[in-house]
C-alpha cells in the first residue's frame, strides 16, 4: 500500500497584514476596528458598522447603527465613506404603545452635490390617528424631507439626519396636523453617488 504523501498546509494568517478602518472627515477620522487582508484590494467595497456610541461615547445614542464601505486604503489604513444608517427595530418597537398610530414615509432625496438617498421616516401619533389624517402626515413628512435636503450637499444631509436636527424640524411641522409623539429618521441608504 502506498503511502499517503503529506501535504503541507500553508498558513494564510502569517501572510495577512492588519489594517485600521477609519471614518471620514466629517465623522472625525476616528479608528472603528482593525481587519485582516492578504491584499489591500480584498478590503475596497468591504462594509464595516459602528454605533453613534462607540463614535461619540453618548450612550443615549447606542440605538444608531451607522454603516461606512471602505474607499481606499493607504498604508495600513483603510479609509471610508458613509453608506447609510439605521435605528434598531428593538428602539423603534419601543416608541409604538397600544392605541397609537406609526406612519411611514420613503422618500428619495437628491443632495445639491448629487448623491441620491434614500429615506426612511416614522412618525408616531399620541393616539390613533384616522386614515385621511395618516395620509395627509405622510404626504407632509415626504415634503418636508424634500425641502430640507434642496440646497444642502450631502454632508450636510448627512449631520442633519444623524444629529436628529432634520426629524425635529418635520416633527414641529407635522405636529400642527395631528398630535405627534415622535418622529424619527430610522433609515437611509446611498443609492447613488454622482459620476
Not at 503511502?3 to 478602518?21: G, L, M, P, S
Not at 426612511?120 to 405622510?138: D, G, L, N
Request: proline share 3%; charged share 30%.
Amino acid at each position: 500500500m502506498a503511502k499517503a504523501r503529506r501535504r503541507r498546509v500553508r498558513d494564510t494568517w502569517k501572510e495577512k497584514q492588519w489594517y485600521k478602518i477609519m471614518t471620514p472627515k466629517d465623522f472625525g477620522e476616528a479608528e472603528i476596528g482593525t481587519t485582516p487582508a492578504r491584499d489591500p484590494d480584498i478590503l475596497l467595497k468591504r462594509r464595516v458598522e459602528s454605533s453613534m456610541r462607540e463614535l461619540t461615547g453618548d450612550f443615549s445614542k447606542q440605538y444608531v447603527k451607522l454603516y461606512f464601505q471602505i474607499n481606499n486604503v493607504a498604508g495600513d489604513t483603510a479609509n471610508t465613506k458613509f453608506v447609510g444608517h439605521h435605528v434598531t427595530t428593538d428602539y423603534v418597537r419601543s416608541m409604538i404603545r397600544r392605541g397609537t398610530s406609526r406612519i411611514d414615509t420613503l422618500s428619495e432625496v437628491t443632495t445639491k452635490d448629487g448623491y441620491k438617498v434614500n429615506v426612511h421616516i416614522i412618525a408616531i401619533t399620541v393616539k390613533r390617528a384616522k386614515a385621511s389624517q395618516q395620509k395627509f402626515i405622510r404626504e407632509t413628512m415626504g415634503n418636508l424631507i424634500q425641502q430640507a435636503v434642496d440646497g444642502k450637499t450631502f454632508p450636510e444631509f448627512v449631520e442633519g439626519v444623524i444629529t436628529g436636527k432634520m426629524a425635529s424640524s418635520i416633527y414641529h411641522e407635522t405636529k400642527k396636523i395631528y398630535p405627534l409623539k415622535r418622529v424619527e429618521i430610522i433609515k437611509t441608504q446611498v443609492a447613488e453617488e454622482p459620476a
